[in-house]
């Protein structure tokens, strides 16, 4: 379809078969080299009884051609500084842009086998899992957190260094949804998630970045206030829990000094101010907002985004990342969470771009076992990459094997059409 969709070719067969369907058909075509920026092919056309032979070129960043656009529709350009950021590598360069063109022409299948011609001819390993990770396996052996809080804390430190620079927003999210860190399972452990936390946090403190971690406190009216489940006690553990900061240890100082803690709130952003007593230290502003799993509740007056957009509001351009949000509305009274000012919410909670992701898919949504894939996006300009897990014969282990990608989140009918039976 490259050649029909992308080349004067395909406005050619439109052009020809309006009159006699069929008379004018590409029958096959092959690549008869490659470039930095296009595709070269050799074209097979059956005109009449005839078959004959045109050489064409596809630009990587093309378009379909003007009678191909409604059959296919185009997507954005790949953008050059997220493919240069992402890897220095042409292959994976190549790839990337490549994927754009199959899911133009809907050739989604395609772009899995792309990701892995990427990794097997020496790229960077964009989208690439480690074997044997077991998630099935509850509790994850410790290497297994270890590895999925070292990839959220390089995004996240990532993206913090584009924000700073103007070339990614200050609104980010990260959803990182493995067994234990997926409070609709019964394996859920709120361990792994202040782990996750305080890995994310001492990651961005280590490059004197002041990091403000907060949850949100209680809501509601009257009687009826609390925080979330998930939530529950979780600003108390964060404190309590072994930051190794103490005199003498790793992070001597850091918690209180660089690590800071608090509620979801504009009242909670600090900003610098200088000392109004003499001898006493200037108060140095929060550079860096982490928010853990803000959510709404069930009820009046339970929704988290008035104070959310407040806090971000007050951050002006300092980055707010939130870790594992649930911003979509839950029942209450008088529809304050269903009708009255639901577009401006959809609006906001939208406006926070997705700077790592690991999700895992299942078979059922009513069982959580066995994994089918997962769904993931490695880091702030890294594209989407969607995996299926396969058993080496003889329980020699797993692999997560890349079947699509694209650089937008992927949908759920085209996910399905790419996975093996």
Same mark, same amino acid.
């Given at each position: 379809?490259?050649?029909?969709?992308?080349?004067?070719?395909?406005?050619?067969?439109?052009?020809?078969?309006?009159?006699?369907?069929?008379? $004018?058909?590409?029958?096959?075509?092959?690549?008869?080299?490659?470039?930095?920026?296009?595709?070269?092919? =050799?074209?097979?056309?059956?005109?009449?009884?005839?078959?004959?032979?045109?050489?064409?070129?596809?630009? !990587?960043?093309?378009?379909?051609?003007?009678?191909?656009?409604?059959?296919?529709?185009?997507?954005?350009?790949?953008?050059?500084?997220?493919?240069?950021?992402?890897?220095?590598?042409?292959?994976?360069?190549?790839?990337?842009?490549? /994927?754009?063109?199959?899911?133009?022409?809907?050739?989604?299948?395609?772009?899995?086998?792309?990701?892995?011609?990427?990794?097997?001819?020496?790229?960077?390993?964009?989208?690439?899992?480690?074997?044997?990770?077991?998630?099935?396996?509850?509790?994850?052996?410790?290497?297994?957190?270890?590895?999925?809080? &070292?990839?959220?804390?390089?995004?996240?430190?990532?993206?913090?260094? !584009?924000?700073?620079?103007?070339?990614?927003?200050?609104?980010?999210?990260?959803?990182?949804?493995?067994?234990?860190? /997926?409070?609709?399972?019964?394996?859920?452990?709120?361990?792994?998630?202040?782990?996750?936390?305080?890995?994310?946090?001492?990651?961005?403190?280590?490059? /004197?970045?002041?990091?403000?971690?907060?949850?949100?406190?209680?809501?509601?009216?009257?009687?009826?206030?609390?925080?979330?489940?998930?939530?529950?006690?979780?600003?108390?553990?964060?404190?309590?829990?072994?930051?190794?900061?103490?005199? @003498?240890?790793?992070?001597?100082?850091?918690?209180? =000094?660089?690590?800071?803690?608090?509620?979801?709130?504009? #009242?909670?952003?600090?900003?610098?101010?200088?000392?109004?007593?003499?001898?006493?230290?200037?108060?140095?502003? &929060?550079?860096?907002? !982490?928010?853990?799993?803000?959510? /709404?509740?069930?009820?009046?007056?339970?929704?988290?985004? @008035?104070?959310?957009?407040?806090?971000? =509001?007050?951050?002006? &351009?300092?980055?707010?990342?939130?870790?594992?949000?649930?911003?979509?509305?839950?029942?209450?009274?008088?529809?304050?969470?269903?009708?009255?000012?639901?577009?401006?919410?959809?609006?906001?909670?939208?406006?926070?771009?997705?700077?790592?992701?690991?999700?895992?898919? $299942?078979?059922?949504?009513?069982? $959580?076992?066995?994994?089918?894939?997962?769904?993931?996006?490695?880091?702030?300009?890294?594209?989407?990459?969607?995996?299926?897990?396969?058993?080496?014969?003889?329980?020699?282990?797993?692999? $997560?094997?890349?079947?699509?990608?694209?650089?937008?989140?992927?949908?759920? #009918?085209? !996910?399905?059409?790419?996975?093996?039976?």
């Amino acid at each position: 379809p490259f050649v029909k969709a992308f080349s004067d070719l395909g406005t050619t067969a439109i052009k020809k078969n309006a009159w006699i369907g069929g008379s $004018y058909q590409i029958i096959d075509a092959s690549i008869t080299d490659i470039t930095q920026d296009e595709l070269c092919l =050799d074209a097979s056309i059956k005109q009449g009884e005839k078959i004959k032979t045109e050489s064409v070129k596809v630009h !990587l960043d093309s378009d379909p051609v003007a009678g191909m656009k409604r059959t296919y529709p185009t997507l954005p350009p790949c953008n050059p500084m997220h493919l240069n950021h992402a890897s220095k590598q042409p292959i994976d360069n190549f790839v990337r842009r490549m /994927n754009r063109l199959c899911n133009i022409v809907k050739a989604y299948s395609a772009t899995g086998k792309m990701i892995q011609l990427g990794v097997q001819m020496g790229g960077k390993g964009v989208g690439k899992l480690n074997d044997d990770m077991y998630l099935n396996q509850v509790p994850h052996n410790r290497f297994v957190r270890k590895y999925f809080y &070292d990839m959220a804390s390089e995004a996240a430190l990532d993206a913090t260094i !584009l924000c700073s620079k103007k070339q990614f927003t200050n609104r980010m999210k990260m959803t990182v949804m493995f067994p234990e860190m /997926n409070p609709s399972m019964d394996s859920y452990r709120i361990g792994t998630l202040l782990e996750l936390a305080r890995s994310i946090a001492i990651k961005l403190a280590e490059q /004197n970045l002041r990091v403000r971690v907060c949850v949100q406190g209680s809501m509601g009216v009257g009687i009826f206030t609390g925080v979330p489940k998930q939530l529950n006690g979780v600003h108390t553990l964060l404190q309590r829990m072994d930051w190794e900061s103490e005199p @003498g240890e790793e992070n001597d100082g850091m918690v209180g =000094d660089f690590v800071r803690f608090g509620f979801v709130g504009k #009242e909670h952003v600090i900003n610098a101010q200088k000392s109004e007593k003499e001898g006493e230290p200037d108060v140095e502003q &929060d550079d860096v907002f !982490l928010l853990i799993c803000p959510q /709404n509740m069930i009820g009046l007056e339970s929704s988290i985004i @008035g104070s959310l957009s407040e806090m971000v =509001d007050a951050a002006g &351009d300092r980055p707010v990342i939130l870790l594992n949000p649930d911003l979509v509305d839950k029942v209450s009274a008088q529809g304050q969470q269903s009708i009255r000012g639901r577009q401006a919410r959809i609006d906001f909670a939208s406006s926070f771009e997705t700077i790592f992701q690991f999700q895992n898919i $299942y078979y059922s949504g009513t069982s $959580y076992f066995p994994i089918l894939g997962s769904v993931v996006k490695l880091g702030p300009l890294e594209p989407w990459v969607a995996h299926q897990r396969r058993d080496l014969m003889n329980n020699d282990g797993e692999v $997560y094997l890349p079947v699509y990608a694209s650089e937008t989140a992927p949908e759920n #009918e085209v !996910l399905m059409t790419t996975f093996a039976k």
